[in-house]
């Protein structure tokens, strides 16, 4: 049976105010309970997307909060160490999250506040997925492409695949699959690739490189 092509999208997140804010720890922990899940999912992967110019030692907005807002480093230190590829999915990245806040809130006699202008703003999105018009048809295509594709494409295919089906998969390595274990040797070095604790340009030349060494080889 033939395999389809592999249908290049590309997207942007468009950032809704919630209009829910915390203006200290104690309102953080309290806010990230209500929080909708894509609260969650933005404030971990949103920032892929969006012109950062904060310490990349803080991936994600919560960390970076901690450290540039309330200037608890330690508490900045725990939140960024997690890697929301580690859990199930969005609500047991929360219950990770609530738990190192939890744990900071039992150290502190006080929790710190910030100024009005310096409050955690909780942010969802949604995501607008657009037609490239491009259509790959076989693997050695899909490695001729893929230095061209935009970060929007990168994210799309390999860090938002994972929430629709086939569940936890990027769409690259879904598509290789199709060809009948013919490229198994590749699959596998794809599916090992961490996206979190990175950036698209990052992500887009070791894709680039996997696909490079497996066919001169």
């Not at 608890?72 to 199930?88: H, T």
């Not at 899909?142 to 935009?150: A, I, Q, W, Y």
């Amino acid at each position: 049976m033939e395999t389809k092509p592999f249908i290049v999208r590309d997207c942007a997140l468009i950032p809704l105010a919630t209009g829910l804010r915390a203006q200290n720890l104690r309102e953080l922990q309290n806010r990230i309970r209500e929080a909708p899940p894509a609260c969650i999912y933005y404030h971990f992967w949103g920032g892929l997307l969006r012109a950062k110019f904060d310490d990349p030692e803080f991936p994600n907005d919560f960390a970076s909060w901690a450290q540039h807002s309330l200037h608890d480093k330690r508490l900045a230190e725990r939140l960024a160490i997690i890697n929301p590829m580690d859990f199930e999915d969005l609500e047991d990245l929360r219950r990770e999250v609530l738990d190192v806040v939890d744990e900071r809130l039992d150290e502190l006699d006080f929790p710190p506040w910030v100024e009005t202008d310096q409050q955690f703003h909780f942010i969802r999105s949604q995501i607008v997925v657009f037609n490239t018009n491009i259509e790959v048809r076989d693997p050695r295509e899909l490695r001729d492409r893929m230095p061209s594709f935009s970060s929007g494409t990168i994210f799309y295919h390999f860090i938002d695949a994972r929430r629709r089906p086939p569940y936890k998969q990027d769409d690259f390595s879904a598509w290789l699959e199709t060809f009948e274990d013919v490229h198994g040797d590749l699959v596998l070095p794809i599916r090992a690739i961490d996206p979190y604790f990175t950036t698209l340009e990052e992500l887009r030349k070791e894709l680039t490189g996997i696909l490079d060494l497996y066919f001169k080889e």
